[in-house]
């Protein structure tokens, strides 16, 4: 999880409304593209999730931006309005992060995705850029729909980084000879 974190290349606001990623993937040649958005319609919105006196009372929005999920992280990369540029959540340590999320359908309003996690302090860079040691709450809002679809593939993904990390590729359907 982490502020600003992935690395886009010099050109990535001409290449957020093509078909080519505006960001780089792992050198692994594990990563691959799970989702996407069409449009940049999808609102983030990140606060502080404790009660104490002593935690931060962090607030950070973006107004709109893309989503893409890959096979290790989902990535939000700003459009135009925002506090942030990009905002990452690296899959593979969502056991570490506490990762918690749930889909919302509000009988008014657009359907978001909510999500909780937990910034620890080892590893750091499982959360870097929030105050270590506390829970922040997320949402991100689709207004031009696609939320079922992202859950859909997003708890995929999670499944395959958290409970199958081991296994690289699907195996081949059995065919009866």
Known sequence: ??????????????????????FEISSDGLEKLKYK???????LSIVSD???ANSSNLKISAQ???????????????SSQGDIESFVIDLTL??????????????????????LFFSSKQPSIASD???????????????????FEFVEKLNLVLNDVVNNKDIDDALPAYSPT
Not at 1 to 22: A, D, F, H, T, W
Not at 37 to 42: E, K, L, S, V
Not at 94 to 115: E, T
Not at 129 to 147: H, M, S, T, V
């Open 37 to 43: 958005t069409n449009t940049p319609r999808q609102n």
């Open 50 to 52: 404790n009660l104490e």
């Open 64 to 78: 709109d931006g893309y989503i893409y999920l890959t096979s290790k992280r989902l990535i939000y990369i700003t």
């Open 129 to 147: 850029g929030f105050p270590k040691e506390q829970y922040f709450k997320g949402e991100i809002k689709f207004l031009d729909g696609g939320l």
């Open 94 to 115: 969502a056991p570490i992060l506490k990762l918690n999320h749930k889909l919302v359908s509000p009988w008014f309003g657009a359907n978001y995705w909510q999500f």
């Open 1 to 22: 999880m982490s502020i600003n974190g992935v690395i886009l290349k010099p050109n990535y606001q001409q290449l957020l409304r093509s078909n080519e990623l505006p």
